[in-house]
């Protein structure tokens, strides 16, 4: 799946919590969410922080909806491509398994990741273009 022309960047949960929470990044986030896209699995993982930090679940789905970020379904091909990126390097950096979600769909769709886990710097993943929020 090519990226279609408004969805200029897929964002993980990190991004998009930071932007939320008004943390180092977030106005380099604000800018591109409207066109940008977040799978289901980070959205779900968006929720369950606000959710866990106190916000009350309507509150918390409120508050990701009004970014404008698009919210992609997570496909068998994503998941499959998911198990793929799991090789020993990727395994001993620290990358999670929505981390590697958010991979997956950045790389469906052709579009830079962003992100705000230094972890993601030092991947040599063929095709993938990370942005990342903070110094």
């Not at 009004?66 to 990126?85: L, Q």
């Not at 395994?91 to 579009?111: E, Q, V, W």
């Amino acid at each position: 799946m090519k990226k279609p022309p408004d969805m200029l960047k897929v964002f993980d949960s990190s991004a998009v919590l930071a932007f939320l929470y008004g943390e180092p990044g977030a106005r380099q986030v604000r800018p591109d969410l409207p066109d940008g896209a977040i799978g289901s699995v980070n959205a779900a993982e968006v929720l369950a922080v606000l959710v866990r930090d106190g916000t009350p679940l309507a509150d918390a789905r409120l508050a990701l909806e009004k970014t404008g970020v698009t919210i992609v379904d997570f496909s068998w091909e994503h998941a499959i491509k998911t198990a793929e990126i799991l090789s020993p390097k990727v395994r001993s950096s620290g990358i999670s398994l929505g981390d590697r979600a958010c991979i997956a769909i950045a790389l469906a769709m052709d579009a830079p990741a962003v992100t705000a886990d230094r972890a993601w710097v030092g991947l040599r993943i063929p095709g993938l273009l990370v942005e990342l929020i903070r110094d």
